[in-house]
């Protein structure tokens, strides 16, 4: 009973005392806390995980190491990769405490290490207005240079951020500006070439739609011309065939009342041909009659038909 009794009490002073403490009395059991990983070693070998909890440790026989599978994170000093000073912060998680004991020697000290070699050489690469305009970009890059060498040791890079940035000395920082205005220069330089470039691009493609309109509108135009004259011909010659079969309607007419006949089919030629001479004479008496109403200084006629040798006057004769 007495026994148990100081086991309850040896381990509730551990508890109290946290992980990782060194204890001054042996106890039997040891505790992991939650968001905690334990392996045991007997005589230093043979691993064995010990989950959160209260977990046998027999002094002497057993080691305990605990690991910490929380995210944690790692402050980068002050380092001098190029001309500047650059300090940072590393934030890291545990994944795999069984790579994380036996895989490295001391996991925060080499993450430590390895964050400052990594954050010498990526910044090396970039130029101080890089890093000022694009702090994501380099933050990325550090963390997937930094996340690929300590995923050996079953540790994950969550994120690597860029606290301050800032150059070395005063001769440094007059350099870096010197070095940005040109780069302002340049950029500013493309930006008016481009502007350029579009202007003129937009006077082409103004000279070309405006002789695109231009060509549309003759042709167009071209068609218009075109359909108008079609359109009057076709007039023109449905105005004639309308003529035509009202003259041939009213030679039928006079035929027919000039021979007596009672219906079309008795009509001789000679009929025909003397109803076509009436409205001959009617026509060349019209134009007669016009001619006399007109305000011209001289008429001229030419003759009769006797005195022409023709059988009838012909009215294109008519000369005014």
Same mark, same amino acid.
């Given at each position: 009973m007495s026994l148990l009794a100081s086991g309850t009490r040896n381990v509730f002073q551990a508890a109290r005392r946290g992980v990782g403490r060194p204890s001054g009395a042996r106890t039997i059991v040891t505790v992991i806390q939650q968001g905690y990983e334990g392996w045991r070693l007997s005589f230093g070998r043979n691993p064995v995980r010990l989950a959160p909890g209260i977990n046998l440790k027999i002094p002497v026989y057993h080691t305990v190491q605990v690991v910490d599978l929380r995210e944690s994170s790692i402050s980068i000093p002050n380092a001098r990769p190029v001309p500047v000073i650059c300090s940072g912060s590393l934030f890291f998680r545990i994944v795999d405490g069984y790579r994380a004991c036996f895989s490295v020697s001391d996991v925060q000290a080499n993450i430590k290490n390895t964050g400052t070699s990594a954050m010498r050489a990526v910044l090396g690469r970039f130029s101080y207005d890089q890093v000022i305009s694009d702090r994501n970009g380099l933050n990325e890059q550090l963390n997937s240079v930094i996340g690929n060498t300590i995923a050996n040791w079953g540790v994950h890079c969550t994120r690597f951020e860029v606290q301050s940035f800032q150059p070395a000395n005063r001769e440094v920082e007059r350099q870096l500006e010197l070095q940005m205005e040109a780069e302002r220069n340049r950029r500013k330089q493309l930006l008016d070439t481009q502007a350029q470039?579009?202007?003129?691009?937009?006077?082409?493609?103004?000279?070309?739609?405006? @002789?695109?309109? /231009?060509?549309?509108?003759? @042709?167009?135009?071209?068609?218009?011309?075109?359909?108008?004259?079609?359109?009057?011909?076709?007039?023109?010659?449905?105005?004639s065939i309308m003529e035509a079969s009202a003259l041939a309607e009213q030679v039928s007419k006079l035929a027919l009342s000039i021979s007596g006949a009672v219906d079309e089919? /008795?009509?001789?030629?000679?009929?025909? /041909?003397?109803?076509?001479?009436?409205?001959?004479?009617l026509r060349r008496l019209e134009q007669l009659k016009a001619i006399a109403k007109g305000t011209g200084t001289s008429t001229y006629f030419f003759g009769d038909s006797s005195i022409l040798g023709t059988k009838y006057l012909d009215p294109t004769l008519l000369l005014y």
């Open positions: 470039i579009n202007i003129a691009e937009g006077q082409k493609q103004r000279v070309i739609l405006e @002789s695109e309109g /231009h060509l549309e509108a003759k @042709s167009n135009e071209a068609d218009a011309k075109y359909k108008t004259v079609v359109r009057e011909a076709e007039a023109r010659q449905q105005q089919a /008795h009509v001789q030629p000679i009929d025909q /041909h003397r109803a076509l001479d009436a409205l001959i004479e």
